[in-house]
Nanobody, 115 residues
């Protein structure tokens, strides 16, 4: 089983919402901290949201106020609720630890925001 599996992406119109999920295998626990990253075509992968051990969250300026990261420790799953989506949010979204573990990148989930 892959260490991290992302899901929930899709095609959505501007202003719409999506809720992404990231489920970690039994090999790792999300409790230490997790992050959501995204990579748009032609751009570098960037960290956009993180949640650390005590539950404190942090966001990149580009998504603050629109995206919310949360977790269900019992299910070893992290979520990213994305509201007020914009075309510039189009990217492949990944989860990993905030300082990413190279061998833990999953396939990601594609989010496309377009009318």
């Amino acid at each position: 089983q892959a260490p991290l599996v992302e899901s929930g992406g899709g095609l959505v119109q501007p202003g719409g919402s999506l809720n992404l999920s990231c489920t970690a295998s039994r090999k790792m626990s999300i409790i230490s901290g997790m992050g959501w990253f995204r990579q748009a075509p032609g751009k570098q992968r960037e960290l956009i949201a993180r949640i650390i051990r005590d539950g404190t969250t942090g966001y990149a300026d580009s998504v603050a106020g629109r995206f919310t990261i949360s977790r269900d420790i019992a299910k070893n799953t992290v979520f990213l609720q994305m509201n007020s989506l914009k075309p510039e949010d189009t990217a492949v979204y990944y989860c990993n630890t905030p300082v990413p573990l190279r061998n833990y990148w999953g396939q990601g989930t594609q989010v496309t925001v377009s009318s």
